[in-house]
């Protein structure tokens, strides 16, 4: 791990010391080579403080114990119908796995403990179809799973459900994670499966307003297996559940790096919106310097110093998504000629094809309008193409620049393109901040 790593992971810190993590773990995970490596995982949040309750599915054991005993299984997932014989096969199932899972905890040396804390009923009969042994999720036990939390005790949370005459039910672990998640105020729901994530009509989803995803699970284009997982997620942060996270568990180290990372490695859902653009402040300007780094050493932009950005902080933007910089872009300005030029423009690698440059381009735009002026500049070697053809400049020559933009352009001897657009008044309004700059 790099000394960068470790400051990533530091920033993040502050935020989840001592607040609530459910981790819901498909059983297909569970079997793999890789679950161990999870379990590790979440050795490295416990250590830090983070409170980690662990929840798990049985329908790929479900599904082997079938086909072992040659068995029909009437549904595997826990939201069908569920018999006798498929009951059995869940019970059998589900204690197996709790205790693959509490060996592994103890041998990261953590304490955990195999709950009863779902309290369930039946499903019952849903337009004529009687579904047994299903069960839905009436309430948790907080006070248990609070007790537990609280004496350093990892909660580990099988597919079932108990109601007070002692029966037992089979329920689906996708809902019985959001109602966890909801009892104890969880900040984050982690849903670990066999798939990358979210992929709609073939592409995946790395980031999404709850509300987007809610009209998008009404229309089709999800896979078949994973409409619990956007369903659920819709649900968790309907219910308050700030962020659920949906990454794939055959990823060494992705637990981590799905929670410690601006990027991830999963889909994230969100509750609120966690993207903004705002000004610079003095910290960021850091930041900007190592956001700019690569584009600076192939000389697609020019080298600031931070002597240089400091002299213009006001004039630079930073875009943020959870409080940490991935683009930035700075306005500098020639009231006396009515000009403004969107300089800086650069946005993370990992935040790429996102449509945050065009965001910051519009936001540009805006800001020139705001301020009175009529016409924006842009200097470019090697994007000029982009700006073309996503933001409507045209070609320019040097004769466009003020006097004193013109001198500098010809001091440095970069030849850069010119480009121009005309400015009107925006229709698309952008998220924004309105933080002074520091």
Do not use: W
Not at 356 to 367: D, M, T, V
Not at 417 to 427: D, S, Y
């Amino acid at each position: 791990m790099k000394p960068t790593d470790l400051r990533g992971i530091l920033q993040y810190i502050p935020r989840f010391r001592e607040k609530t993590f459910i981790v819901s773990v498909d059983g297909a995970i569970i079997t793999d080579e890789n679950f161990a490596n999870i379990l590790l995982d979440i050795a490295v949040l416990r250590s830090l403080n983070i409170r980690v309750v662990l929840a798990h599915g049985a329908a790929a054991q479900v599904k082997a114990l079938a086909e072992q005993q040659h068995v029909q299984a009437s549904d595997l997932e826990g939201s069908g119908i569920t018999d006798a014989e498929t009951l059995k096969l869940a019970l059998t199932a589900a204690n197996r796995l709790t205790h693959e899972i509490l060996e592994g905890l103890s041998a990261h040396d953590l304490r955990a403990a195999a709950t009863n804390a779902i309290i369930a009923h039946p499903l019952g009969i849903i337009q004529g179809v009687d579904h047994l042994f299903t069960g839905k999720v009436e309430r948790v036990d907080v006070e248990l799973l609070q007790t537990l939390l609280a004496q350093g005790i990892v909660p580990v949370i099988p597919p079932l459900g108990f109601d007070g005459d002692g029966k037992t039910y089979r329920v689906n672990s996708d809902s019985v994670a959001v109602a966890v998640a909801d009892a104890l105020k969880a900040i984050k729901l982690i849903f670990i499966t066999t798939h990358d994530g979210l992929v709609y009509q073939g592409q995946l989803i790395r980031q999404i307003l709850v509300g987007d995803l809610n009209a998008l699970t009404n229309k089709a284009g999800f896979p078949p297996e994973i409409v619990s997982k956007a369903r659920n997620a819709v649900a968790a942060c309907t219910a308050g559940v700030q962020r659920v996270h949906i990454i794939n568990g055959l990823v060494d180290e992705g637990l981590l790096a799905e929670v410690f990372s601006n990027e991830g490695i999963g889909t994230l859902v969100y509750a609120n919106e966690y993207q903004q653009i705002r000004p610079a402040k003095k910290k960021d300007i850091r930041s900007i310097q190592i956001l700019t780094k690569g584009s600076v050493e192939t000389s697609e932009l020019v080298k600031r110093t931070r002597a240089m950005i400091e002299k213009q902080l006001n004039d630079y933007y930073i875009f943020e998504i959870d409080k940490n910089p991935v683009a930035c872009v700075a306005l500098h300005t020639y009231p006396e000629f009515k000009k403004g030029e969107l300089a800086c423009l650069y946005v993370s690698p990992s935040h790429e094809n996102q449509g945050i440059g065009k965001k910051l381009i519009q936001y540009i735009e805006k800001r020139a309008f705001d301020l009175g002026l009529s016409e924006l500049l842009t200097l470019s070697t090697q994007a000029f193409t982009y700006f073309q053809s996503k933001a409507g400049f045209i070609d320019g020559t040097p004769d466009d620049l003020p006097p004193a933009r013109r001198e500098k352009y010809e001091q440095n001897k970069r030849n850069s393109k010119v480009l121009v657009k005309k400015l009107a008044k925006p229709t698309t309004p952008i998220a924004v901040s309105t933080t002074t700059t520091a």
